[in-house]
């Protein structure tokens, strides 16, 4: 069992917690597999997904999950607008407490959001992504499908590279990672390094060359334009030549190297066409085991309600 | 006040500025200072009995609080600022024109003095805007608001971004004989951001604020203070690098030069931003919670002199503005009334500094460089007196504080070292029942 209730990043999951939640993933994969893709384990308990930030593919894979484990789900896109009207994050909430959810998975665009929640209300919260903070299921599907193919997680040299700073799951992945002793590089444009990266214990790099060497994983991060206003790269035309992952660049890692990438991707700007659709590519693996380990975190935390916090 | 005779009998008298530090009585006739001496008699006088290790005095004078009236009485009032004050320690406080309608003009300036004069508690020194609305554009009337009643300008909320405009209010100011308080921050290194930048905000995911935004507008004003002549002290400093550029500023012998540091930058760093409550808005401020380093250095600062104030920056927030989201709270804590215990528990009981240097830090030194009347108790001095008590358990309650906001890092902490009176003009506006 999880020793919180909630699942607010991967900072607060211990090894054998995180080994548990891959575990039942793992048996979570087979029901995918099945002609009737359900099961009854959480009839009758309500999930809301509050999203805050668009996001097609979060918002779908954990309504996949939902359903599949047989819960009445509820999605809700909170618009800007409603921020604007002046009701605030904590109203939302309680007025959706008043309808009796059991679970709510939350994306926000703030840092530390779900932490606000998790304190006041009484609903288990799900970390669907806050800020620049956590995307925990991200990580810990990253995690799964890196056990798939590589068996281990232990000793990997696994490069993450893109805009570090504004990476929510750069922070969740490194984490994780480090936490299941795996050999973690970053690398990104010196202006997209948050400060004091390399206190994460894990090794920083502006060198995609040094990065992408005798690489298991390279994990590729999207350059997210709309956060681009602040002198951080002069051209995506640039980026792509210093930092883009070319052939070129791949053959210097691992032959059975795999390529990770969160999405939506931006092709020609972090990752090559040929790469992304590439052999080593396990981008669409990475969806297809959102699903599980999304599965697994709903099922475990489930388990849990009613224990005090 | 007049035809009152006050005597504080017993304690111990600490007055660096008169070199005074022993067992002294002090008679109060009128509101000043009559006489200080020992065993001296009542002579039909009210007794105030200064129990044994209890400290008597100059009245402290907090040089940085938003009163937030006019504009935002929901956060603190005048009325409820100066309870808050006293209860606090402080006798006098300076209050910060950040106010709606920010007080750039003397019909504001007035108003706040109406406002404090009713209240009848603290004394209230308005300070005004360098700018009209505090825009950074154009200069205020500084000479209408000084006849007023204003003791210094500063645009605090906002930095003086403009250079020239800096410049043409150290001369304009120095001419007036008033001192112009910046808020020290370069606007496009501090951005959007909300914490201060280091291992800590980029673990959370906080947007960082870097120290040097800070120092970088120290070193161009020391620049400027040198240029002009003018009297310029710099609020709130929380870096190590502006703490340096003081430094280097007095070694040269700039008198022109002062600096404030807050209680909760000596006292906290940017790690409690994660522990125990992550992303606690009340840890939220501006300038943000430093490091090790720059907390460190703040209390280097302290003990070596290169600090000449401690000041609150007392800033009081609604409950409801506060519990949002870390990156959409306002900035901001209450000070006025965890100051004392902090100082005592920080910086005297720990040895860093001496009784007489913090009181100093609080009374003697904010007068100075305010130029305000205070700071000691004299014969003949205005009887403003802060009786301390250093010894006494102190635990800070949000919730019982005077203030009308309760926005504090510092709920349910045990703290050493509190008020036991606070005397204005040789009338007793605060005491604490539970001494």
């Not at chain 1, 800020?131 to 499908?145: I, K, N, V, Y």
């Not at chain 1, 969806?287 to 380990?293: H, K, L």
């Not at chain 2, 929901?74 to 406080?93: D, L, N, P, Q, W």
């Not at chain 2, 808005?281 to 300038?287: A, E, G, I, S, V």
């Amino acid at each position: 069992m999880l020793k919180s209730r909630h699942l607010l990043g991967i900072a607060d999951l211990g090894p054998d917690e995180i080994a548990l939640i891959l575990d039942t993933a793992e048996a979570m994969t087979e029901i995918a597999a099945r002609p009737i893709k359900k099961v009854p384990t959480l009839r009758g308990r309500t999930v809301v997904n509050l999203f805050f930030e668009p996001s097609t593919r979060t918002r779908t894979s954990f309504e996949v999950a939902e359903k599949r484990l047989s819960a009445d789900t509820l999605s809700i896109a909170v618009a800007q607008s409603s921020v604007t009207k002046g009701e605030t994050l904590l109203d939302t909430v309680r007025n959706l407490e008043a309808m009796a959810p059991d679970m709510i998975v939350m994306r926000h665009a703030c840092s530390g959001a779900p932490h606000l929640l998790a304190r006041l209300c009484r609903s288990v919260i799900i970390n669907a992504g806050d800020g620049m903070h956590e995307h925990p299921t991200q990580a810990l599907l990253d995690a799964f499908t890196i056990r798939e193919h590589k068996r281990r997680l232990d000793g990997l040299k696994v490069a993450i590279v893109g805009d570090l700073l504004h990476s929510r799951v750069l922070r969740s992945n490194v984490q994780l990672l480090n936490t299941m002793g795996a050999d973690v590089w970053a690398c990104g444009p010196a202006t997209l390094i948050p400060a004091d990266l390399a206190r994460f214990g894990i090794t920083v790099t502006t060198s995609i060359e040094r990065a992408v060497a005798d690489a298991d994983v390279v994990m590729m991060l999207r350059i997210q334009h709309e956060r681009m206003h602040g002198h951080f790269i002069p051209s995506t035309r640039e980026y792509y030549a210093l930092f883009g992952l070319t052939p070129e660049r791949l053959g210097r890692a691992k032959p059975d190297v795999i390529i990770m990438h969160p999405g939506p991707m931006n092709r020609g700007v972090e990752i090559d066409s040929e790469v992304a659709d590439g052999p080593h590519s396990v981008i669409l693996a990475q969806v297809t085991n959102g699903v599980a380990v999304r599965m697994a975190v709903l099922y475990l935390l489930a388990g849990q309600e009613g224990e005090a916090d | 006040m007049s035809g009152t005779r006050l005597l504080l009998k017993g304690g111990r008298l600490v007055d660096p500025v008169a070199g005074r530090d022993g067992e002294f009585d002090l008679l109060v006739e009128d509101g000043r200072v009559a006489r200080v001496g020992k065993l001296l008699p009542a002579d039909g006088a009210e007794v105030f009995e200064v129990k044994r290790g209890w400290i008597v005095a100059p009245g402290l004078i907090d040089i940085h609080v938003h009163l937030r009236e006019p504009g935002q009485e929901h956060k603190e009032t005048i009325a409820s600022g100066v309870r808050a004050a006293v209860a606090g320690g402080f006798t006098a406080v300076a209050c910060m024109p950040n106010t709606d309608p920010v007080n750039d003009h003397p019909g504001i300036t007035e108003l706040i003095m109406r406002r404090a004069a009713a209240a009848a508690l603290a004394r209230v020194y308005p300070i005004g805007a360098v700018s009209i609305g505090s825009k950074g554009e154009q200069m205020a009337e500084l000479g209408a608001q000084k006849a007023a009643g204003c003791v210094a300008f500063t645009d605090d909320g906002r930095p003086v971004a403009s250079a020239l405009l800096m410049r043409r209010a150290l001369e304009y100011a120095g001419m007036l004989g008033v001192p112009i308080v910046n808020h020290c921050e370069d606007p496009s290194l501090k951005g959007d951001g909300v914490a201060h930048e280091g291992l800590v905000a980029s673990r959370l995911g906080l947007r960082g604020i870097p120290g040097v935004a800070e120092s970088i507008m120290v070193d161009r004003d020391v620049a400027l203070a040198e240029l002009t002549g003018g009297p310029y002290h710099v609020c709130h400093m929380s870096a190590y690098q502006s703490l340096r550029a003081v430094r280097a500023a007095k070694d040269r012998g700039m008198t022109n030069v002062s600096c404030e540091v807050a209680p909760h930058h000596f006292v906290l760093t940017d790690e409690a931003l994660e522990a125990p409550v992550r992303y606690d808005t009340n840890l939220k401020m501006n300038p943000p919670l430093r490091g090790t380093a720059d907390r460190d250095a703040m209390l280097d600062g302290i003990a070596d002199g290169t600090v000449d104030v401690i000041a609150t920056d007392h800033a009081p927030h609604h409950a409801d503005e506060k519990l949002v989201e870390f990156d959409n709270a306002p900035f901001g804590i209450v000070g006025l009334e965890t100051c004392v215990p902090l100082v005592f528990e920080r910086l005297v009981h720990t040895g860093r500094i001496t009784l007489a240097r913090a009181i100093a830090l609080l009374s003697a030194n904010p007068a100075r460089v305010f130029r305000l009347p205070g700071g000691t108790l004299a014969p003949d001095a205005a009887a403003d007196i802060t009786v301390l008590a250093p010894d006494a358990p102190v635990t800070i309650r949000a919730a019982a504080l005077a203030s009308k906001s309760k926005n504090t890092p510092f709920d349910g902490w045990q703290l050493r070292g509190g008020v036991a009176a606070t005397i204005v003009g040789g009338r007793i506006v605060y005491r604490n029942e539970g001494l």
